[in-house]
């Protein structure tokens, strides 16, 4: 089966990130250096060459960008400065675009335009909710849950959820069927081995392998143990911010949209409560890594950090902003201080939910569930090829 090529292809890639590219002259040094490629996924090489020749199709088929966790050896021993470790950044964000099948994801990471539009116009959109449906401002005390029930609260955080998973898995499953779909990409299989792959793929994979391999999935969504892989102390330490930017937005994530009628209470829960506790830790550790993350980026401490794109700036300040925002509602709450606590509230969303909409489905968010959705789709397709070898 030939390979359609887009000779375009590395021209298109620019806005994405990936600049230098072209100058690659395929020695393969960076594969040979990165610790984290293996013979059945060798990169960056590979994949640097298909963009070369424009090959989109194996491009979606490949799930090295993901396993690269931008360490940058690879781009300090590379002899042509073709920057791998940054092209399989920019390769990252525009797989993230292929698979998002509404187009969204493509206009946010190439137009800085649509991406600050779309920020503002779903800012706009809960700021004149508010100013349209808001309950009554008692300023006697402050009354949240009378400005803001959290019973309308819920209802809206669980239609949003529905949306948002909708379009995430969507986008997901895209990505599935270009990692585990075309038995061409299996070289190790003979003709009657893919034929026999291909009849299982469509008949489907049987349910009991997804479900025994499930644990890999799990293991690597909530250790984000890879990016501890290099064995650096760096990649140590931004192993460690991950760990705590992710373990931060999802215990957040968990309160604001599953438990807000345990999290958006009136009186105030007292120190050692669990909910606070954990809306404490939550605080802590969002604000630390992406201050961390923000301080870095601006002093380009580290490879990861030295070519930012505008999506990477949005994430950040972003969060930091919804966090900031968060940590003020709590001490007008603990001041005593109804309408403070109202306007803040107001902005506070504003922040946040362009954050979730965008941020979730189409953009940087999406990391964190496709490169531990990788690693289980690549366990689940080795067990599967070894069945039909
Ligand atoms: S990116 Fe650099 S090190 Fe890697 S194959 Fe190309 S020229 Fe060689
Ligand atoms: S940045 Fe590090 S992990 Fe990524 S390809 Fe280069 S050497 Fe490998």
């Known amino acids: ?184 990409q299996y070289p190790e299989l003979s003709q009657s081995g893919k034929q026999q792959f291909q009849n299982r793929i469509f008949r489907g994979i049987p349910l009991p392998l997804y479900l025994r391999e499930a644990k890999e999935f799990f293991l690597h969504f909530t250790t984000q143990k890879q990016f501890n892989a290099c064995g650096t102390a760096s990649q140590r330490k931004q192993w460690l911010i991950h760990l705590l930017i992710m373990t931060g937005y999802s215990s957040i994530f968990l309160l604001v949209v599953v438990g807000i009628r345990w999290f958006q209470r009136d009186e105030i829960y007292p120190l050692w409560h669990p909910i606070r506790l954990v809306g404490y830790y939550a605080t802590f550790a969002i604000l630390y890594g992406t201050t961390y993350a923000i301080i870095g980026r601006l002093k380009k401490s580290k490879p990861v950090y030295e070519h930012s794109h505008s999506s990477d700036w949005a994430f950040l300040i972003l969060l930091w902003l919804t966090t900031f925002t968060g940590i003020l509602i709590h001490f007008t709450r603990l001041l005593a201080l109804p309408l403070s606590t109202y306007y803040i509230y107001v902005i506070h969303l504003m922040i946040a939910v362009p954050m979730l909409v965008i941020e979730v489905p189409f953009a940087k968010w999406t990391h964190q569930l496709y490169r531990p959705l990788i690693q289980y789709l690549i366990r689940v397709r080795e067990r599967a090829l070894n069945s039909t070898l």
């Not at 990165?34 to 996924?41: K, R």
């Not at 698979?99 to 116009?121: C, H, N, P, Q």
């Not at 508010?130 to 009354?143: E, K, N, Q, S």
Request: proline share 5%; with cysteine.
């Open 1 to 184: 089966m030939g390979t359609a090529v887009h000779p375009e292809l590395i021209l298109s890639l620019k806005k994405f990130g990936v600049e230098d590219a072209k100058t690659c002259f395929n020695c393969g040094n960076c594969t040979a250096v990165c610790s984290l490629s293996t013979e059945s996924a060798p990169f960056p090489r590979k994949v640097i060459r298909y963009l070369q020749i424009g090959a989109r199709e194996k491009l979606m088929q490949s799930p090295e960008p993901w396993l690269c966790y931008y360490c940058g050896d690879c781009s300090d021993t590379c002899p042509r400065q073709a920057n791998p470790g940054e092209v399989m950044m920019g390769l990252r964000r525009y797989l993230t675009s292929l698979y998002d099948w509404t187009g969204i994801s493509r206009l946010f990471y190439t137009s800085k335009l649509f991406e600050v539009m779309a920020i503002l116009f779903v800012a706009a959109l809960v700021g004149l909710g508010f100013f349209i449906y808001h309950g009554p401002m008692l300023t006697d005390r402050v009354a949240l849950n009378v400005f803001a029930p959290n019973t309308v609260i819920e209802i809206l955080d669980i239609v949003m959820l529905a949306v948002l998973s909708f379009f995430l898995l969507s986008n997901a499953y895209r990505m599935f069927k270009g990692i585990i779909g075309d038995p061409d």
